[in-house]
């Protein structure tokens, strides 16, 4: 067994267990004689073989010792070279055009999800390894490991996403649960694009969890370098270290050790790195960080995780403020550009190393949607914001570094997102289950709970389903006269087909707040409560909360409009507590005051209309082909300085009853226009109330038309279908007709046709 090789792993085998067998080994058969033959120890997986069957695998001169399924392998190892306190292989030069995945084992048989296998021979006996790159795995110290070190690794945080999942494999493995790559039950699971929302739609949350328990969780892989006394503070949660033999190296410091895994993309080596959040206890000045991104040829940072979140420091700004420089570790990093977006923030940064002053320009793309312990709202947010990180300039052939906090959980859900939707849209399938496989033999974990395992499913199958591709508006003339009107039907009907991924508190809120009838309209559409607006200006002690109004955000701004149903005459108290609770800047009106059972919070040109402890004045209104503006007060009698708000009350009239559209997308637009010009300077972050009857139908045509306008505005490029789901999102009623979905199309067409796309869309008032 001169050339024995390491076989990948994929037992459940616990850490602390593992290092304990491998500790006995180092200490009671290595000898320094052995250690000076280079000789190793390696650990083979029983798979479907019997016992009998795997101890003929090994040599007779080897030492075999059997632990919960598997044999450890003491015997000869390939020659190395000296690093870092350990030994490592040298570094295997792969075909630029090599495949990226190796077979997967199930059941003994060989599904090819993915194109790479390789193979090692024990005795010209065969073994498919997962990973090929774990061949070349160190598993042999150069000197004895500091096993003291580990009692450090108990000041490390437990990451939170991480400790559920910690609970779930111990539960599954006291259950008797069955490793992945050895359990019958699971087949190939390469789907057809075209069956995805089948097999999606079919699926229940007891299946996910089913399936999800059964991917190999914890460290299956050797990472002795992380657990070295010089390296082990560079770590920070318990558990998430990266392997040997797929760690990310940074020259030029006392050590090359840092948190980083380099993730196999689809097709390509390394496409991707996967770190923690940079913190300065385990980095310092971040040197470390900003040497990673120079050394490795890097342009884009996608970041997924808020500094704060729930009052904990996930991350640390890295990076200069606008308009400012630093210098990390020679590396010098201004700011040049940052756009804040409800969703993200996009960042531009010159990176000069001072060495030899070459600069380099970087992306930084931050995702901000991101709540802590859950999933992001909808599928539609991470889809974009996937393409701009798609789209971004990148004029090296370095990996994007992705990171979240621990860099496993939504690091891990971005990449095999972006993996599996380049999957299909080459190959027109996917396999779900082998890409997180192939991803945990890079770093441990990724996609760490059953929820981003569902949300991985929903996102990829709208990603490759759905039309969401945006296009410039240069084209947009274009592909309006190349899309028939059975492919606007079939996109439609797509939008209106897909099922939103909210909790299950969230659809118990829905179905508490329908009983709620003396608030809520026959016919109105109905909130939960996770992003509707909750009372508590005035409110008496025991009273409700509830107003059927949510928070929808603008491409922009976070929250811009607030869509509420047209006030009852028992809910206008309320409806005018919510204006003066939000200092709401604008209304805008899509209900004429002659329809009735309507609450009446307009009063006469100069009168005085008491509602509750509200005093409401309007001024004489303004008139035009498509609109009626007035400017409306309202005084607090309740508070002790009558402290008045003063707003614009907007309301729309070229919108016939009986029709399910506005009569022209060109007035429609302007109005649009109007609404953002009263709300633009200082009264940007006040939100805009906009009312109908449902709260619905009317008020999300106006969010999603604006969305599409501002966003073509600033982006130059727009998707009808993503706009359309980030409104359905938090109002399932807008757009529920195909004619409004056309209309949607015809603004966004009526405006290249006669705005200059580069121009702002304020710029269209000139004709108010």
Request: charged share 25%.
């Amino acid at each position: 067994m001169e050339h024995a090789r390491a076989v990948a792993s994929l037992t459940l085998l616990d850490r602390h267990v593992k290092s304990n067998v491998l500790r006995i080994v180092l200490e009671n058969t290595f000898t320094p004689d052995a250690q000076t033959k280079q000789e190793a120890v390696f650990l083979v997986a029983v798979q479907d073989l019997q016992e009998s069957a795997a101890w003929k695998l090994c040599s007779k001169r080897a030492v075999k010792i059997p632990c919960r399924g598997c044999i450890y392998v003491y015997a000869k190892k390939a020659s190395t070279t000296k690093h870092d306190g350990v030994q490592e292989t040298p570094t295997i030069v792969e075909s630029p055009s090599a495949p990226v995945y190796a077979t997967i084992v199930r059941s003994g048989h060989t599904g090819s999800v993915y194109e790479n296998t390789s193979t090692v021979t024990i005795h010209d006996a065969p073994i498919t390894v997962l990973n090929p790159a774990y061949c070349n795995s160190n598993m042999q110290p150069h000197k004895p490991i500091d096993w003291s070190s580990k009692a450090d690794e108990e000041t490390f945080e437990i990451d939170e996403w991480d400790k559920i999942a910690r609970k779930n494999a111990i539960r599954f493995e006291e259950n008797g649960g069955v490793y992945y790559n050895n359990d019958d039950k699971i087949k190939n699971l390469k789907i057809q694009n075209t069956e995805l929302i089948k097999l999606v739609s079919s699926k229940t949350m007891d299946y996910y969890e089913a399936e999800f328990k059964k991917l190999p969780y914890g460290l299956l892989k050797d990472y002795k370098v992380s657990q070295m006394t010089v390296n082990i503070t560079k770590n920070r949660y318990k558990g998430i270290y990266p392997y040997d033999d797929h760690r990310v190296k940074v020259q030029g410091d006392h050590t090359d050790y840092i948190n980083a895994s380099f993730i196999d993309g689809y097709k390509r080596r390394n496409e991707y790195i996967a770190t923690l959040g940079p913190m300065s206890k385990q980095l310092g000045d971040f040197g470390a960080f900003w040497k990673m991104v120079w050394q490795q040829n890097v342009d884009i940072i996608v970041m997924l995780t808020n500094l704060v979140e729930e009052g904990k420091d996930k991350c640390e700004q890295y990076w200069p403020g606008f308009g400012d420089s630093q210098t990390y570790g020679g590396i010098r990093v201004s700011c040049q550009s940052e756009d804040e977006y409800a969703k993200f923030t996009r960042r531009s940064f010159a990176i000069v190393k001072k060495q030899d002053r070459r600069m380099r320009t970087l992306t930084h793309l931050h995702f901000t949607a991101w709540p802590d312990k859950d999933i992001p709202e909808d599928v539609t947010s991470i889809i974009e914001f996937r393409q701009y990180v798609m789209r971004a300039q990148a004029t090296l052939v370095g990996p994007i570094i992705v990171h979240c906090s621990a860099g496993v959980g939504r690091t891990g859900t971005f990449i095999a997102i972006d993996i599996l939707t380049k999957e299909g849209e080459a190959e027109g399938a996917i396999d779900i289950p082998g890409c997180l496989l192939n991803m945990r033999q890079n770093r441990p974990n990724m996609v760490q709970t059953v929820g981003q395992y569902k949300y991985l499913h929903h996102a990829v199958l709208y990603a490759l389903t759905n039309d969401v591709h945006p296009v410039a508006g240069t084209q947009f003339q274009a592909y309006m006269d190349t899309t028939s009107k059975d492919n606007i039907f079939n996109m439609f009907k797509h939008v209106q087909d897909i099922k939103t991924n909210g909790s299950l508190d969230e659809s118990e809120a829905v179905e508490k707040n329908t009983k709620r009838a003396d608030k809520n309209r026959d016919g109105a559409d109905i909130p939960g409560d996770e992003h509707r607006l909750r009372l508590h200006l005035n409110r008496r002690p025991g009273s409700s909360d509830y107003i059927n109004a949510v928070f929808v955000s603008s491409f922009k701004t976070k929250n811009k409009y607030v869509l509420a149903q047209t006030p009852l005459p028992n809910t206008v108290v309320d409806f005018i507590t919510m204006l003066v609770q939000t200092e709401c800047s604008c209304i805008v009106d899509f209900d004429p005051s002659f329809n009735g059972n309507i609450g009446e919070y307009l009063p006469a040109d100069n009168q005085v209309l008491k509602i509750g402890v509200f005093n409401v004045r309007c001024s004489r209104p303004e008139v035009n082909s498509y609109r009626i503006k007035r400017t409306m007060t309202i005084e607090n009698r309740a508070n002790q300085t009558h402290a008045e708000l003063s707003l614009t009350h907007l309301e729309f009239t070229d919108w016939d009853m009986e029709e399910p559209v506005p009569k022209s997308p060109f007035d429609y637009r302007r109005f649009i226009a109007e609404v953002d010009a009263v709300t633009a300077g200082t009264n940007s972050e006040k939100p805009v109330v906009l009312h109908c009857w449902d709260g619905a139908s009317k008020c999300g045509l106006f969010c999603v038309v604006a969305n599409l306008l501002q966003k073509m505005a600033l982006e130059h490029e727009v998707s009808v279908v993503n706009a359309v789901m980030t409104v359905k999102t938090r109002r399932k009623g807008a757009i529920p007709n195909l004619e409004q979905f056309q209309f949607c199309h015809d603004c966004v067409l009526d405006y290249v046709q006669n705005v200059n796309i580069y121009a702002n869309v304020a710029a269209d008032l000139s004709d108010c």
